[in-house]
């Protein structure tokens, strides 16, 4: 069993900037990846930013060169750093744990982005 806790939304106007955090359980194997979704109200659950085991990085197109996703390992933290924010990033932003057969998610944090 893996346990995430998402921290760090809030509210910011747009053109700010936000940094989410993710804090793993520790686990005795790691994640194939660990991702940020987020889901608007009323739309669904979309995919914003993966980092892999071995450290590669895909993002979503509608955050590339806005948002990065980085981890340290040695604190079991993936971070999403969000900046030029959008009114339209407005979401809860989930942090995922992708394994072979199994996800793990956290409970969600609420971000807000007035303009």
């Known amino acids: 069993q893996v346990q995430l806790v998402e921290s760090g939304g809030g509210l910011v106007q747009a053109g700010g900037s936000l940094r989410l955090s993710c804090a793993a359980s520790k686990s005795a194997f790691s994640p194939n990846s660990m991702d940020w979704y987020r889901q608007a109200p009323g739309k669904q659950r979309e995919f914003v930013a993966a980092i892999t085991s071995g450290g590669s990085t895909n993002y979503a197109d509608s955050v590339k060169g806005r948002f990065t996703i980085s981890r340290d390992t040695a604190k079991n933290t993936v971070y999403l750093q969000m900046n030029s924010l959008k009114p339209e990033d407005t979401a809860v932003y989930y942090c995922?744990?992708?394994?072979?057969?199994?996800?793990?998610w956290g409970q969600g944090t609420q971000v807000t982005v007035s303009s």
């Open positions: 995922n744990a992708h394994y072979m057969l199994i996800d793990y």
